[in-house]
């Protein structure tokens, strides 16, 4: 799941303006470390991790918030771990580097609550886990300010997702919630540091109010019943 190109933005317009380019993607690091410790510790605990972290949307509505972005952490094996980690050192990397750790940082709280958003939504009373949705995001929020070059490695990419995303035990919800969620931010890196500044504080709180929203209406949408 490793796109080809690691630059696929443009310092000039219509890339992102104002952004201090940084030399080490300390968040995709941290990022990474984190999802191997966690299946380090699911591994070693037989699977507390995934008892604590898994985003199942019966026990989000009973008020168990924090699996939203738990989930994310949690991967069900070595191969998971690896496809999506591969990503965030490709795509994540590459964002980073040019608009900045914090920024990378708000984008990514976005599109984890995106993707948990489009599940709690969509998806039946399931454990949902993995950062494919929060990966997604990234994609989204590169398609607007990427070269040429990159939007067409971006988009063969994500024609190959959407073809994963049918296979049986993919959660093709939190795909699309995740790049769904990536592309306002996309939009506000077209501008300049400053607007992304001012504006990400609205998109992250619209993101949460979308979680809340999806988590009471989900059962609804599912099964067609209230939900308890």
Known sequence: MAIGDRRPLDPSPPGPRGFRQIAV?????????????????????????????????SLVRHGQWW???????????????????????????????????????????????GSSTFVLLWSPDVPTIGASGMILGYAGAMLPIATAQGRRALGTWLVQIALISLLPNVSWQGHLGGFL?????????????????????????????????????GPLLVSGAPGP
């Open 181 to 217: 969620f990536g592309l306002p931010c996309g939009v506000l890196l077209r501008h300049q540091a400053r607007r992304f500044n001012a504006g990400i504080p609205f998109v992250v709180f619209a993101a949460a109010v979308a979680l809340v929203v999806a988590a009471r209406v």
């Open 25 to 57: 993607p300390r968040a995709c690091a941290a990022l990474i470390a984190l999802c191997v410790l966690t299946f380090a510790v699911d591994w070693l605990t037989r699977g507390a991790a995934f008892q604590l972290g898994a985003l199942l949307p």
């Open 67 to 113: 699996r939203a972005l738990a989930c994310i952490f949690v991967h069900a094996g070595p191969l998971h771990l690896i496809m999506n980690m591969s990503v965030v050192w490709t795509l994540g990397f590459a964002l980073e580097r040019a608009i900045g750790s914090w920024r990378f940082m708000a984008i990514s709280l976005v599109t984890a609550l």
